[in-house]
């Protein structure tokens, strides 16, 4: 390379041996091609017959498709019967072909899945009958059925409003409930004891293990007390574990099987401490809303020995004050709140609810691992927020949502968010790792932020977090996710953009999953989506 560089001018004989040289490097950079190419058909044939291999195992698996498709219960495929419409794709599948036919019929979840929905007299002539197929080709294989009755009329004229046809359906399938296995129910009470008087057996659920009652309370006449008998039956279901329940009518009425309950969800909060009392094997409760009824409370605070995941929907901050106030959960797994401003009383931007929260955990002492509070219309303090994670020192998710906060000057000088992406740093060099949340595996952060300052620093906040946690001497956090939301001109967003991307390609090399969601408060749409693997 020297001699290349010099001026020297090559002799006779050094043109020669360089074209030598020359002539049998192209010979070689010709073996390399050839070589690459021989490769490269190689490649494309192994490449085709993978393909070709692949086609043949989706087309195998679509011929046992039948077999395979949905659940044991046959979700996707149920019959649906309604006033002007009717659906069986697992009827119109078994006459494809003998093959689909024998298939079909060899399995029986396929025919176990109905709901009807009635609000008229239906045009068929032949659904109850088919419902009767139906059954038939289920044969003793548990049953989901879904029954749907919505009239304006009184029981006595049922028979005219739903006619022959929709009687029948209706009758055939309460035949069934004794082969049912999850049943979900809209039918007023009074139409359910005017078609139990036509039922000649003894109703009875032995293998009924959820159940769901979607029945309003604006939908029920009566007191508990005139509960209709298909109600009172539920407390004998030996294998019930999980029920859905619209209403507080049945808790009122006293008619479940509390102690072998397991799974409980409530569209009403108003019997909640209560249910924890009498379900000792409680192990998932969800309560969405209070409502117009605060809970009803007991003397002493209850203890749910067994449950394990706990979420409260929509609910005001004055009611959950009340039911933190009333509850120990020793065994908690998994939290999830979203609560609103007070439902009674003047309006408050306050969580009022934080002290008891905060209490209900210190005398609780769970093993929490995961944490999920969305905030709308009411903010935490930073040092409450702070408090709650020093206490929960086994956490490995945590999900924080104030984007539906509402904003005034007090709570933008306090800002919590970065504030608490402050304390969840870990000081370099600190021996022992993350002293607030140390086993802290994913934090999900939902903010919208008042100005683009506000972003900056909440920005910087979360990635400078990120960086001690990962670079720490028990390094734990894996996922971070950011969904940020502000006002900003496109110059700012997109500088802004390009600094998060940087500093999550940065993170990445360190084996943290970084996910920055940015939207402009004034679109509908994400202005950028900035993704690191």
């Not at 509390?258 to 969800?265: F, R």
């Not at 969580?351 to 929490?368: K, N, V």
């Not at 984007?403 to 000057?409: A, E, G, K, P, R």
Request: with cysteine; proline share 5%.
């Amino acid at each position: 390379m020297e001699v290349l560089k010099s001026r020297a001018v090559p002799t006779g004989p050094q043109v020669s041996q360089t074209l030598t040289f020359i002539t049998e490097e192209e010979k070689e950079v010709e073996r390399y091609d050839t070589e690459i190419q021989k490769l490269r058909r190689a490649m494309d044939r192994l490449e085709s017959e993978k393909d070709e291999i692949q086609g043949k195992i989706r087309d195998r698996r679509g011929w046992i498709s039948i077999s395979r498709s949905d659940d044991d219960d046959g979700d996707g495929l149920e019959l649906y019967i309604s006033p002007k419409h009717i659906s069986s794709r697992t009827l119109s599948l078994s006459h494809v072909s003998s093959q689909w036919r024998n298939a079909a019929i060899s399995l029986p979840q396929l025919w176990s899945s109905i709901t009807v929905y009635l609000d008229a007299r239906p045009e068929f002539h032949d659904a109850d009958s088919l419902a009767a197929l139906y059954l038939q080709r289920a044969k003793n294989h548990p049953l989901k059925l879904h029954l749907v009755v919505r009239t304006g009329t009184s029981p006595a004229m049922l028979p005219h409003y739903l006619g022959q046809q929709g009687c029948s359906i209706l009758r055939v399938l309460i035949s069934a409930l004794p082969w049912c296995r999850r049943l979900v129910v809209e039918i007023p009470d009074e139409f359910l004891d005017f078609l139990y008087d036509h039922y000649q057996e003894t109703l009875s659920y032995p293998l009924l293990e959820s159940f769901s009652d979607h029945i309003s309370e604006d939908d029920r006449q009566g007191s508990f007390l005139e509960i209709s008998r298909f109600w009172r039956i539920l407390g004998n279901a030996p294998r019930l574990k999980k029920i859905c329940l619209s209403s507080d009518f049945l808790v009122d009425a006293d008619v479940l099987p509390y102690g072998q309950l397991t799974d409980v969800d409530l569209l009403s909060g108003y019997n909640a401490v209560y249910i924890l009392q009498v379900c000792a094997n409680i192990t998932t409760f969800m309560v969405t809303g209070f409502y117009e009824r605060s809970p009803l409370l007991l003397d002493t605070p209850v203890v749910a020995q067994n449950l394990r995941c706990l979420k409260l929907h929509g609910c005001n901050s004055d009611d959950l004050a009340a039911f933190f106030k009333s509850v120990t959960l020793p065994s908690l797994i998994s939290l999830s709140v979203d609560s609103y401003s007070p439902g009674r009383g003047p309006p408050s931007l306050v969580w009022i609810c934080e002290d008891e929260f905060i209490s209900m955990l210190e005398r609780s002492l769970a093993p929490l691992q995961e944490l999920n509070l969305l905030f709308g219309e009411v903010y935490p303090t930073s040092n409450g927020l702070m408090q709650i994670l020093r206490l929960c020192r086994q956490l490995t998710s945590l999900e924080i949502d104030t984007s539906m906060v509402v904003y005034d000057n007090f709570t933008e000088q306090r800002a919590f968010v970065p504030k608490l992406l402050e304390g969840l740093m870990v000081a370099e060099g600190s021996p022992h790792g993350p002293c607030m949340a140390p086993r802290l595996a994913e934090i999900v952060m939902k903010e919208e932020a008042t100005s683009e300052s506000a972003a900056l620093r909440i920005a910087e906040a979360a990635l400078s977090m990120a960086q001690s946690r990962v670079s720490s001497e028990a390094p734990s956090l894996k996922r971070l996710q950011l969904n940020l939301k502000y006002r900003a001109n496109p110059g700012v967003e997109a500088s802004t953009s390009q600094m998060l991307k940087e500093e999550c390609f940065e993170l990445a090399r360190k084996g943290l999953v970084c996910e920055f969601f940015l939207e402009v408060s004034s679109r509908k749409t994400s202005a950028e989506v900035v993704q690191t693997y």
